[in-house]
């Protein structure tokens, strides 16, 4: 039976289409999966059944009904909920509080909390869950935030739940309890839509799947009857090219001698050690991944590296000087370049063009300055030469960053911490919460470094990828290196699990 029927779903900004002629239907007690790239109108689409935007065109029904879903509140009262990839939560509330913020309960405003609370415990136990009603949210982890979220839209009765890219910030544990909780949502009649780009989950979870690209629907399948390989095709138009290293170093590399490295390092934060005594050498033409659970210091690792922390304990060294008390920009013209891992705070100024971040850390610099004036045709210029090399799809270099996808918005990065040949790269998350096409893009662009004789730091929660990527893994767990291992063909997943947890055994 179908739950969901949307027909002839258009959509456009500013004369471009974000969602062209799609249908999608979704039956009752079925998980389907919405997979597509970056940009390619996945959460336009739902955003238009959730009533956050208006279809310029179309029709969407609900059990065999026509219905317009004007705003929120109507996609409320039809069952439709969702969960939004960045969470709708008041952090100085409770659990209990913003589960029901903006309901009218029984006795309102004298409203029974202990029974409302009664109610919420129940309801997450009854699908393993696993919330307190008095805990409060900014004191939460991610993936507890989004149990609560998805325990709101029960709460709220929904029927169809639809999760934005539910997986992009929890553990694969907490990705296995989502998944299980999804499994219990279906068995029990409701209709699930996830958004996604990462096909491993939707063969995991889903019974079908609609993928779209460029805007458009490229077809709807049932997951059993393609692979990872069909699906990747759909996805992007094409084979899928993992890039991965040749053994051995790069054929530009000229020097054994290490161009970074760290010296005993330590970091102390508020009442705890954010980073223990580690000691690494980086050489030249050589990518050194760093594997670990989010949270044990790979973050303030990398910036201590590249100046923006300084290390309470130990010494730098860089091309074989000292540079444990010098500053981000004097690291920078030193030949460092940083990717950070959050785009969003740390790499970009959203509410600025793409020809202004190109330029943010050589704007008051030739050729993109002169006798302290900006040369503006020389940043157009620049910015409609990066749009072509990296495969920027903007619809103009003047387009707000905020408006373009993860993956163009990490080209963007990309490009302006590559410009000048650095000879050190620290890459945190690289990839993170991009999609398959994206990931290849930017894995080949590290190579390509890797080959030109550039050091490359490579942090990563993706283990596939540090073992694709790297010459040597480097193991952290709460602030310490547990482990060095070369990648030669023979490195041990198993290994890598136990140093990632802390128990370091042999070290390699």
Excluded: W
């Excluded at 309960?105 to 919420?120: A, S």
């Amino acid at each position: 039976m179908t739950f969901l029927n949307m027909q002839k779903i258009n959509k456009s900004f500013g004369g471009m289409y974000a969602n062209r002629d799609i249908d999608l239907a979704v039956g009752k007690g079925e998980i389907h999966a919405l997979l597509g790239e970056n940009g390619a109108g996945k959460t336009t689409l739902m955003n238009i059944l959730y009533g956050l935007y208006q279809a310029d065109s179309g029709s969407i029904s609900i059990n065999g009904e026509p219905v317009r879903i004007s705003s929120p509140k109507k996609a409320i009262d039809l069952k439709i909920g969702m969960v939004h990839q960045h969470f709708m939560l008041v952090p100085t509330l409770t659990v209990s509080q913003n589960i029901t913020l903006g309901m009218r309960e029984k006795g309102y405003p004298f409203t029974d909390r202990k029974e409302i609370d009664r109610k919420i415990s129940a309801l997450s136990k009854e699908y393993g869950l696993d919330v307190d009603p008095g805990d409060i949210i900014e004191n939460l982890s991610v993936g507890v935030m989004q149990r609560i979220e998805i325990v709101k839209l029960l709460y709220h009765q929904a029927q169809l739940l639809i999760l934005d890219e539910p997986t992009a910030v929890l553990t694969s544990q907490e990705t296995d309890n989502l998944f299980a909780v999804l499994k219990r949502l279906k068995k029990d009649g409701r209709s699930v839509v996830i958004i996604t780009h990462r096909i491993g989950e939707v063969q995991t979870v889903a019974d079908k799947v609609t993928v779209l690209r460029d805007g458009a629907k490229v077809g709807t399948v049932n997951i059993r009857d393609v692979d990872d390989v069909q699906l990747s095709e759909l996805m992007i138009g094409r084979r899928l090219d993992s890039p991965q290293r040749l053994a051995g170093s790069s054929e530009d590399s000229r020097s054994d001698r290490p161009l970074l490295s760290l010296k005993h390092i330590g970091l102390s934060g508020e009442n705890k050690d954010i980073l223990n005594n580690i000691s690494l050498d980086l050489k030249p033409g050589e990518i050194l991944g760093v594997a670990g659970v989010d949270g044990n210091g790979q973050k303030e690792l990398a910036e201590v590296i590249v100046g923006i922390r300084s290390p309470t304990q130990g010494s730098l060294f860089f091309q074989g000087e000292d540079i444990t008390g010098k500053g981000v920009r004097k690291r920078k013209q030193m030949g460092m370049a940083y990717i950070p891992d959050d785009r969003h705070h740390d790499g970009l100024v959203l509410d600025m063009d793409m020809t202004g971040n190109l330029i943010l850390s050589a704007h008051n610099q030739a050729p993109f300055a002169k006798y302290c004036f900006l040369q503006e045709q020389v940043q157009r210029a620049h910015a409609e030469d990066i749009t072509e090399a990296y495969q920027v799809k903007t619809p103009g270099i003047g387009t707000l960053v905020r408006f373009l996808s993860g993956g163009n918005q990490q080209k963007i990065i990309l490009a302006r911490e590559l410009d000048g040949a650095p000879k050190l790269i620290v890459a945190c998350q690289p990839t993170r919460g991009l999609d398959i096409g994206a990931e290849e893009f930017i894995a080949k662009l590290l190579l390509t470094q890797r080959k030109r004789g550039v050091a490359i730091l490579l942090i990563s929660a993706d283990l596939e990828q540090l073992m694709n990527l790297s010459d040597r893994i480097a193991v952290i767990f709460d602030g310490s290196i547990t482990g060095i291992l070369p990648n030669e063909g023979t490195i041990d997943r198993a290994d890598i699990g136990l140093k990632m947890a802390g128990m370091t055994g042999d070290t390699g």
